[in-house]
């Protein structure tokens, strides 16, 4: 009966704990840095972002693309969601690939557009937001464990999921967890992280004899070893300057 009664309870705690978000298509107008005689201080000046283009068997170019536009799509789609580059002569689907900041400023440097084809799988990681609240921890006292904040899929650029979200309102016992196995995945979408490997879990409260405080640190025993390694320098000095005398 307790397993029955165990199996039920994990049924509807997964059955509420997960689910996929796959964006809509989003366009991004760029343009090729050759096309335009200004330094790239400049356009910096006047609101762009330096970026190049590049893929697999694709031509590299060199781009600049508008800090507001750029800005508001990178929000919406990260590094793992398809958008369309919008070029003066064409279009090309490609992924954000790496973001360069400022190390005071935090503005963003420069961008790496990565061109993708939507027939050739590609690897990506997916962010994990988690939602809900855990009765667990908020009627026992549990504590939530966030084990994995990502996860490595591979998939057809079009079937790549934007995030995973994973509501831990079901963790109502204390131990109980989210693997990867739990995720539910769109067809054509491969894992490639561990099934065993958990994601977030809930793990017993801190007993009041683990916080503990450590033993306060009498300061006279310090004093008096300081003193004992002060004589024992001392004493070292001494016998040195009279083997030098004799």
Do not use: W
Request: aromatic fraction near 6%.
């Amino acid at each position: 009966m307790r397993n029955t009664v165990n199996t039920l309870r994990r049924f509807f705690c997964l059955r509420r704990a997960k689910k996929i978000v796959i964006m809509k298509d989003m366009e991004l107008k760029i343009q090729e840095r050759e096309k335009v005689e200004k330094s790239t201080e400049v356009l910096r000046r006047e609101g762009y972002i330096p970026a190049v283009f590049y893929g697999r068997g694709m031509e590299t170019k060199s781009l600049f693309v508008s800090k507001k536009d750029f800005t508001k799509t990178f929000r919406d789609a990260g590094t793992n969601t398809v958008i369309t580059l919008l070029f003066s002569d064409g279009k090309n689907a490609a992924i954000i690939h790496d973001v360069q900041y400022d190390p005071i400023s935090d503005d963003v440097l420069h961008v790496d557009f990565y061109g993708v084809r939507m027939d050739e799988k590609i690897t990506v990681t997916v962010p994990i937001d988690f939602s809900g609240e855990s009765p667990a921890v908020k009627e026992k006292g549990g504590v939530l464990n966030k084990a994995l904040l990502e996860i490595e899929v591979e998939a057809l650029p079009g079937n790549l999921p934007h995030e995973f979200v994973v509501n831990v309102g079901g963790l109502s016992e204390i131990d109980q967890a989210i693997y990867v196995k739990d995720l539910v995945v769109a067809p054509g979408v491969e894992i490639l992280a561990d099934p065993e490997a958990v994601i977030v879990s809930v793990t017993p409260p801190v007993k009041e004899e683990e916080l503990a405080p450590a033993p306060a640190l009498d300061l006279a025993d310090v004093k008096v070893e300081t003193e004992e390694k002060k004589a024992e320098r001392e004493a070292g000095k001494a016998s040195e300057e009279n083997a030098s005398a004799s």
